[in-house]
């Protein structure tokens, strides 16, 4: 299950709407990051067999099946400071979460399944 908070929806409505061929956002979990798995946004236009949509108000998360096990129940929020701004993922499968929350640690992960 996926919650994206409201100002988390109105940011990647925000970016969505600034891309021209762009027809939705995708979310994958990819190899790297300071703890061996990263949360990835793109801008995608095609859909995979594989694919699960999640509804923003006013546009649309993908996310394929590879990576939606590696999340349990995925909170996405955002928020603003001095540095700029950026999504933040709460993730109730990772095990770790790293310092600026880009890289987690699943709780299934192993450094066989890694490679
Ligand atoms: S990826 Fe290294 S601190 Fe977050």
Redesign the pocket.
Known sequence: MIQIRPAAARELQRLLQRQQSARFLRLSIQAG??LGR?YCLSFDSQLQPDDHSFNLDGGQLVVDAASLASLGILVIDYAEDLMGGGFHFGNSKASQT??????FTPSNFTEEAAS
């Open positions: 990051g300071c990263s790293c310092r600026c929350g880009n890289s």
